[in-house]
């Protein structure tokens, strides 16, 4: 009798839990917005911007600012696949996870590569962007003529805080590995004022910024000669919480509908949109 209702129990209690993590879901069918979260400074995937245009978004709580770029583009497709009016928060890199897990937005589509680390505390959709990792140099200095991860012996490189670019710096042999920075509009100033050689970059952020920098060029490097990196280093997902498997589902059928002639097209739109000098 006893074992009947400790069976009985785990059976309930089973059936209850699934019942409140159905629930705990983003509801497809009652939802009438989806709510991302970017930085709104990652050129050329998000950035804000005074202008508005077709492919602008307003930013939530900033008034007269709105959101561009590749992210934005790809988070309206998403949207109107869902049936859902697209609603657009900017938010620190780092502050980006835990307002999603906070319930303060429903995705992330940021530029983020699906880490291992990441996805212990977030779900993540398939490829929406695929690119490399390269060195963003001045024109003029030392390692311009760089062609392999060993010309940067004793060079001074610095990337973001919290991104994986950080974690490359250490494949590079005697390297000086500089204290992080907090965003590109920072590493851009560090090799300004020559406080660093180099950082580390997408290929599409590098690309905006030498777009807009003329003193800068990208170091680009042949088979072997660059960092050993897996897919979660060149590819870029969207993110949310654990619990939106639904939403997971949604999100990666809407991704499916959208070429990678579509991509790259709606990436080169972005670089010729970004804000120059």
């Known amino acids: 009798m006893k074992r ?24 497809l069918e009652s939802e009438t917005e989806i709510v991302v979260g970017l930085e709104a400074a990652y050129a050329p995937f998000n950035w804000a911007t005074p202008e508005e245009n077709e492919f602008t978004v307003s930013l939530s709580g900033q008034a ?16 109107d696949a869902l049936g859902l009016t697209l609603v657009i ?19 992330i589509i940021a530029g983020m590569s699906p880490t291992a680390e990441r996805a ?18 001045r024109t003029d200095g030392n390692y311009a003529n760089a062609t392999s991860l060993d010309d940067f012996n004793g060079a001074r490189v610095v990337a973001q805080a919290g991104t994986l670019q950080d974690d490359l710096i250490d494949q590079i042999t005697g390297v000086i590995h500089q204290e992080t920075l907090n965003s590109y509009s920072d590493l851009v100033n560090a090799l300004s004022y020559e406080t660093s050689d180099a950082f580390v970059a997408e290929l599409p952020v590098a690309t905006g910024i030498v777009q807009t920098n003329s003193q800068f060029s990208i170091i680009q490097f042949g088979e072997g000669l660059g960092f050993t990196v897996s897919d979660e280093d060149i ?3 969207v993110a949310m919480r654990l619990e939106d498997l639904n939403l997971l589902d949604a999100v990666n059928a809407a991704l499916s509908t959208i070429s990678n002639a579509e991509r790259q097209q709606i990436m080169q739109n972005a670089l010729s949109r970004q804000p120059q000098e």
């Open 64 to 79: 007269g600012f709105y959101a561009d770029g590749y992210d934005v583009v790809m988070a309206q497709r998403i949207a």
């Open 4 to 27: 009947f209702s400790l069976v009985l129990f785990v059976l309930l209690f089973g059936v209850t839990l699934f019942a409140c993590q159905g629930e705990d879901q983003f509801d």
């Open 235 to 237: 590819v870029v997902s």
């Open 120 to 137: 212990l505390t977030v779900n993540f959709s398939e490829e929406y962007y695929r690119s490399e990792q390269v060195m963003v140099v």
């Open 89 to 107: 928060k900017a938010y620190s890199w780092d502050g980006l996870i835990p307002a999603l897990n906070a319930g303060e937005i429903d995705l």
